[in-house]
Nanobody
Framework: QVQLVESGGGLVQAGGSLRLSCAAS????????MGWYRQAPGKQRELVAQ???????RYADSVKGRFTISRDNAQNTVYLQMNSLKPEDTAVYYCHVVSLDRVSWGQGTQVTVSS
């Protein structure tokens, strides 16, 4: 079993910044990708950013240039630096880890951006 512990969510004014972190522990077998999804009320869960083995990163068009994903492979931790936040970024953010034998989700952390 893989445990994901997220932190860093909160309330911020538009234009502000937050940094999310997600630490993976447990029975981890060869992580292929770590990333973040989000889900706003009444909307489907969507990919925000993902860091894939080999150094490949991908971002949702809506966050390109504002969000940066990074990883500490030694600590099995992924970060999401979110700058220039907008009210439309308000959502529950979920850590997502793809390892050789499973896909794991974090419990979610709330990000609220006030206008």
């Amino acid at each position: 079993q893989v445990q994901l512990v997220e932190s860093g969510g909160g309330l911020v004014q538009a234009g502000g910044s937050l940094r999310l972190s997600c630490a993976a522990s447990g029975s981890i077998v060869s992580i292929n990708a770590m990333g973040w999804y989000r889900q706003a009320p009444g909307k489907q869960r969507e990919l925000v950013a993902q860091s894939i083995r080999g150094g490949i990163t991908r971002y949702a068009d809506s966050v390109k240039g504002r969000f940066t994903i990074s990883r500490d492979n030694a600590q099995n931790t992924v970060y999401l630096q979110m700058n220039s936040l907008k009210p439309e970024d308000t959502a529950v953010y979920y850590c997502h880890v793809v390892s050789l034998d499973r896909v794991s989700w974090g419990q979610g952390t709330q990000v609220t951006v006030s206008s």
